[in-house]
């Protein structure tokens, strides 16, 4: 199957705690992919085709690799399929790091609700973890489903 992150949120709550979530996780992920493209991490659009064109938004976060270092789309929209489940593929290039980092901020802004895992090994998410530690002045964990 490849190398795979998977991720779930299953709050069943208010939709006003799930905005209040995902503000939250949207803050992060600005901290998180502009100190990974100071860091010298090309990033693209969902098809890895137009440099710097990643998105945070109100209504997704959504970026992948640049060029032949793109590989999946990673997603998190604030509502819609997130809430049934989504994975992404990244053959471990660069953007790797990105997106393993998002993880662990999905995982810190959603706390319980937010179901982590992957194919990888916890040291694989070394690089993320620190990522997300920089990026944000938070202490990171890997998630338990690593």
């Keep these: 199957m490849g190398y795979t992150h998977y991720y779930t949120i299953s709050e ?65 929209p604030r509502v819609a399929s997130v809430y049934g489940g989504n994975f992404c593929k990244t053959a471990r290039k660069p953007y790797d790091a990105v997106v393993t980092a998002l993880l662990i901020a999905l995982q810190d802004a959603y706390g319980d609700s937010a179901n982590v895992e992957s194919d990888g090994y916890p040291e694989e998410w070394a690089k993320g973890l620190e990522l997300f530690e920089s990026a944000t002045g938070l202490a990171g964990a890997v998630p338990p489903g690593v």
């Design 12 to 76: 069943m709550g208010l939709a006003i705690s799930r905005d209040i979530n995902y503000k939250k996780f949207t803050i992060m992920a600005e901290s998180i992919i502009t100190h990974a493209e100071e860091s010298g991490i090309a990033l693209a659009d969902g098809l890895g085709e137009t440099l710097g064109a990643w998105e945070v938004s109100n209504e997704t976060v959504r970026l992948n690799g640049y060029g032949a270092d793109s590989h999946e789309t990673f997603g998190v």
